[in-house]
Structure formats: C-alpha cells, structure tokens
C-alpha cells in the first residue's frame, strides 16, 4: 500500500498518471474536466478524508453525489493508494472494504463486491499494478497480489498469484509456459492486431477461431514446405534456396508495400 502523502499530492498524481494510461489524454484540464473515472477518484480522495475524520454522513453524501455525477460508485471507507486510474468507468462498483494499491488500473464495468452481508473483510484487496479488465467481477474477501492481470468479463473468487492473468467464468490462470509454435503464434498474431488477451476458452468468437486457424495453418504449411524440400536433397535432387519471408517479424498492414506513392 502507499506510503502517507497528503490529500493533495495523491489528487495531483491521479491527474498525471492518466498520460501514461490513456494515449487520448492531451492535456491536464481536459483529464479533469472530462474523464469521469478521474472526478470520481478525486470525489472518493475527499470523502474518504471526512469518513476517517468521523464525518461518516457527509462522506457517504459526496459519494452518492459522486455516483450520479460519474456512474462511479465507490464507497468512502475503501482504501487506495497512488495513481490509481479508471478508464471510461461507467458502472464501476467497490464496496466498502475494498483496499486497492498503488498504481492500479481499472476497465468500466468492474465490480469489486463482496459474497456475505456479515461484517468484517467481505470485499477483495488489490496489491500493486493490478489491472482489472471491463466487466470483470473479483468478488469476496480475497487477493490479488502484485502484477495480476484480470481479463475482460472475468469473474474471480479465489486469490491469485503474483503476475498471474485470469479469464474466464470462473477465473482460471492462463499458462504462460508456452511452446515455441505457440509463441510464434501469439507473435504472428499480435503482428496483424489480434489480441485474445481477456478472452476465455468458452468464447466461441467466429473471427479469433478463423485467425487462430489460419496461423496454425501457415505455419503447418511451412513445415511441410521444409520436410520435403529436405527428403528431395536426401535423395540427391536439388531445390532452388530460395529466402522465404519471415512472418512471425513482417508488417502484415492491409495496404501493399509495393503501392506507388503519388
């Protein structure tokens, strides 16, 4: 969690961090006058100073007129720390025992909620950089320890591990100990602007099925390609060596390379 700064500071760092998140953000009045997830962190920083200053009444009223104003509701008591950013922020809920770190991130959508109505610690803790996807639901009192990324619509109820990514109702870790062809697939992949990051395996998504399939079968292709080029030169036989391009480095942009500029 962040070290004590005043009220001040964390508003002022909740403003700036938004150009390193956001690449649409141009100016600082335009982060403020503008980005509703930034005016309702700036509400929360305010309401949370009179919750713990036993104003409890006022606290709950300038977040309920937070929510109005913003579609962002965040309860007074949860703790934040630095730099914490929503993006669009549209129906984003965070109950009131929530503690969230330092330099977070999160999607609109996202719900921070508890599974019991007993008090206590019911709503879960987020540690460092944890980037929460839209929609995603990260329910009861658990934890996501630093670096943890929750993918898109994602609903999690046990705690994750340090640099883990979880997708998927309900949430599953995605191995990361990939094989050298599916590297060169995610690779190849990113290298036509296709992202499944977020997606679970239940996503029955007719356009990433069709990519996928085409990567595989390029790259099926090229190993047939190699084996018999390989048996013609065991068998005495030449093959023209001719430099094949590399598709997994190639800029696969729609417009041709070879288009004549006026």
């Given at each position: 969690?962040?070290?004590?700064?005043?009220?001040?500071?964390?508003?002022?760092?909740d403003?700036?961090?938004?150009?390193?998140?956001?690449?649409?953000?141009?100016n600082?009045?335009?982060?403020?006058?503008?980005?509703?997830g930034?005016?309702?962190?700036?509400?929360?920083?305010?309401?949370?100073?009179?919750?713990?200053?036993?104003?409890?009444?006022?606290?709950?009223?300038?977040?309920?007129?937070?929510?109005?104003?913003?579609?962002?509701?965040?309860?007074?008591?949860?703790?934040?720390?630095?730099?914490?950013?929503?993006?669009?922020?549209?129906?984003?809920?965070?109950?009131?025992?929530?503690?969230?770190?330092?330099?977070?991130t999160?999607?609109h959508?996202?719900?921070?909620?508890?599974?019991?109505?007993?008090?206590?610690?019911?709503?879960?803790t987020?540690?460092?950089?944890?980037?929460?996807?839209?929609?995603?639901?990260?329910?009861?009192?658990?934890?996501?320890?630093?670096?943890?990324?929750?993918?898109?619509?994602a609903?999690?109820?046990?705690?994750?591990?340090?640099?883990?990514?979880?997708?998927?109702?309900?949430?599953?870790?995605?191995?990361?100990d990939?094989?050298?062809?599916?590297?060169?697939q995610?690779?190849?992949a990113?290298?036509?602007?296709?992202?499944?990051?977020?997606?679970?395996?239940?996503?029955?998504?007719?356009?990433?099925?069709?990519?996928?399939?085409?990567?595989?079968?390029?790259?099926?292709?090229?190993?047939?390609?190699?084996?018999?080029?390989?048996?013609?030169?065991q068998l005495?036989?030449?093959?023209?060596?001719?430099?094949?391009?590399?598709?997994?480095?190639?800029?696969?942009?729609?417009?041709?390379?070879?288009?004549?500029?006026?």
């Amino acid at each position: 969690m962040s070290d004590q700064v005043t009220l001040w500071q964390q508003i002022k760092e909740d403003v700036l961090c938004v150009f390193d998140r956001d690449p649409a953000a141009r100016n600082v009045f335009e982060i403020i006058t503008t980005y509703p997830g930034v005016q309702a962190i700036q509400w929360h920083r305010i309401s949370h100073w009179l919750w713990q200053h036993k104003c409890k009444w006022l606290a709950r009223f300038l977040s309920t007129i937070s929510r109005w104003l913003t579609g962002i509701e965040i309860h007074p008591a949860v703790r934040i720390g630095r730099r914490f950013f929503i993006d669009h922020g549209m129906g984003v809920v965070i109950g009131e025992t929530a503690e969230i770190g330092d330099d977070c991130t999160m999607y609109h959508g996202v719900t921070l909620g508890g599974t019991s109505w007993k008090e206590g610690k019911r709503h879960p803790t987020l540690a460092n950089n944890v980037v929460v996807g839209a929609g995603a639901k990260v329910l009861g009192p658990i934890y996501l320890h630093e670096g943890v990324r929750v993918g898109s619509n994602a609903v999690v109820i046990k705690d994750v591990c340090s640099g883990e990514t979880v997708v998927g109702v309900p949430g599953r870790i995605v191995n990361t100990d990939l094989s050298d062809d599916k590297k060169k697939q995610h690779k190849l992949a990113q290298s036509v602007g296709f992202d499944a990051y977020g997606t679970s395996g239940e996503t029955l998504d007719p356009v990433a099925a069709a990519i996928h399939g085409l990567i595989e079968h390029i790259q099926a292709l090229d190993k047939r390609v190699e084996s018999m080029a390989d048996t013609i030169h065991q068998l005495g036989g030449e093959v023209e060596q001719v430099e094949m391009p590399k598709l997994d480095g190639c800029d696969l942009s729609i417009e041709s390379p070879n288009k004549e500029v006026d």
